[in-house]
């Protein structure tokens, strides 16, 4: 059955939001995400984020000057403590999202707005060589310049959705990412690696239609620099490619292959409390969406027993 324009129209602009979210997804530079920490470490986390940019399409769509700013709020837990005899952490982020996306279909402007509730994002982290897991008093004697780490992420759809809009908050989706992790410390300099993917479920309701998407592989590097304990500034870098998607069995031309570039600041406040600030934007774009986030993070910490 042939589509009228009324509703191809606005599915072609959910389509290319929807570029928005998975380069989202895929553009999270997180530096030291497999630092050391003793046992019973943990951290209570409030963030702030706000995101603006340019969608880049693919050019045979009839869109133009496609762009979205959105803010993002996220609370989050982190606790760090033995399995096997290995440091474990396992996080938990619940985000709350709002903000705009607008642009030119067929030269007829479009605009949506939402905010609500986003998709939470469970982290388990496992560090292989170099953290073994002990308390705080112990950790201060120990010297680990070399940590391989592996972790799983899993986005969980429970973010706001409602399959009678053409733009949700949430994905309605499953979403898992595997990675692995290298960091070696020399001297005051921490060097990074990580390699990871994201794997999606199948979207059954998306515009009435089925929605699934390609694996989307991704590697950061970071070089941080550490002045004294808690301060410390990193350059940050991740390319991401993969997550062309299917509507219906049919494929779109939304392959990405994408680079960002940023930087991250910590800065102590008292000896249980720091902030961090970073900023990121895009290097080369072919397809998603263009952006620059810049983001604020305090911590604060505190320990319990074994």
């Known amino acids: 059955m042939k589509s009228s324009p009324k509703l191809v129209r606005p599915v072609w602009l959910v389509a290319a939001l929807a570029l928005v979210c998975a380069s989202a997804m895929a553009q999270d530079m997180e530096p030291r995400s497999y630092s050391p920490a003793p046992v019973g470490t943990n ?20 869109i133009t000057n496609a762009s979205a700013e959105f803010n993002t709020v996220i609370a989050g837990y982190y606790h760090s403590f033995g399995l096997f005899g290995r440091q474990t952490t396992i996080s938990l982020g619940v985000p709350y999202v709002w ?3 607008q642009g030119l279909v067929s030269g007829v402007s479009r605009r949506i707005y939402r905010s609500g509730l986003g998709d939470p994002r469970l982290r388990f982290a496992f560090i292989l060589i170099g953290s073994p897991a002990v308390g705080p008093a112990e950790f201060k004697k120990q010297k680990s310049r070399t940590v391989v780490g592996t972790s799983l992420v899993v986005q969980v ?4 959705y409602d399959p009678n809009l053409l733009i949700n908050i949430g994905t309605n989706r499953w979403a898992f990412k ?11 300099w921490m060097l990074e690696l990580d390699l990871g993917g994201w794997f999606f479920g199948q979207n059954s309701d ?11 592989g991704s590697v950061q590097a970071h070089a941080s620099y550490t002045f004294r304990p808690g301060l410390w500034l990193a350059l940050d870098s991740t390319y991401y490619t993969g997550g062309r998607t299917h509507l219906n069995g049919v ?20 000896r249980a409390q720091s902030v961090k600030l970073s900023y990121t934007r895009g290097a080369v774009v072919r397809v998603g969406g263009d952006f620059t986030t810049f983001a604020i993070n305090y911590q604060l910490r505190w320990f319990t027993r074994r």
Request: glycine share 10%; no cysteine.
């Open 99 to 101: 903000g705009t996306g």
């Open 178 to 188: 595997p990675e692995i992790g290298v960091s070696q410390t020399l001297h005051s």
């Open 251 to 270: 494929r779109s031309d939304d392959l990405q292959q994408n680079s960002r570039l940023g930087a991250t600041l910590a800065v102590p406040i008292t």
């Open 206 to 216: 998306f515009v009435h239609q089925v929605r699934e998407q390609a694996p989307l």
């Open 157 to 160: 759809p429970l973010g706001q």
């Open 43 to 62: 951290f209570a986390q409030l963030s702030y984020g706000r995101t603006t940019g340019s969608v880049v399409l693919d050019p045979t769509l009839p």
